[in-house]
């Protein structure tokens, strides 16, 4: 018996011109189905796999006009398209294209491009992406671009501004890294056991900071305080932190010490995410609340 979802998917290839078996359509139907596959998804997949076997480019679903903002409340696996300025690009990877952040007037979203996007972004420029598809990132909403994505340079700024959100929960570890640390005077750069990732070895500058992870009952989140608020946090301004490393021979003295002040105590932080990271814009402690850190 031929279903009319073996005959929805020949509809698809016979209107473009492509001959097709509806048997074999409805026989590789029925095998993703009888393994439990959903009727939608095994739909899908024998589309794929058509189009595959056929060399045949299938448009990508029709896309929503939206802001970055409004991607914030859009659910995963949506196709939408943005007018965007792209602020900042990480490090290239061996499964992507090209990872960083865009965003508009309404806030920034992390984006990741797969290998098989013909084209890259610049910082600075801005663009209208069509056909991204929403998703999330360390809990954190993204965007992909994959094959189906299209890039228009646009003539007009997009001004951007960056994205924040409130999160309350405990801190229930603070991360090597933290602490008493030392930079690359020319980039930035955190440097480890003395030298710099990309300037080899240095003397580098102190730094203060906090690399954490918030537990908000639901979801964890690994925040970055930088120095101006590690110091009103622990009240361990940086002067002191060079002075406690100094009479303990050891930097790891003020890691230490940050870790008693904080892990255990519930906060309430402003955040914007850039990556898998939250940069902390603000944080209050929540007075009185405190919980056991043995217990997490």
Known sequence: MITATAMDIQKIFTE?????????IETNLNKLINLGVPVEDAKKSVIKKIASEKNVELSAPSSNNVSI??????????WVN??????????DGEKYKQRGVIGDETGTINFISSNNVPFTLEVGKSYLLENVITGTFYNQPQISLNKSSKATILNEIIETKA??????????SVSSGSGLIKR??????VLSKGACSEHGKIDGTYDLRIKATLDDGENTYTILLQKELTETLTGI???RAIAMAADALDQKVVMEEIEKMIIGRYYRVEVTPVS???????IDSLTGQMINPLKV
């Open 16 to 24: 473009k011109g492509i001959e097709t078996d509806i048997n074999q």
């Open 69 to 78: 903002g409004e991607i914030y409340s859009i659910p995963p696996k949506k």
């Open 82 to 91: 943005v007018r965007i300025a792209v602020t900042n690009l990480g490090a």
């Open 163 to 172: 994205f924040t959100k409130s999160i309350e929960g405990a801190i229930v």
């Open 184 to 189: 690359c005077p020319t980039c930035k750069k």
């Open 237 to 239: 301004d940086l002067n």
């Open 276 to 282: 898998e990271l939250m940069i902390v814009k603000g």
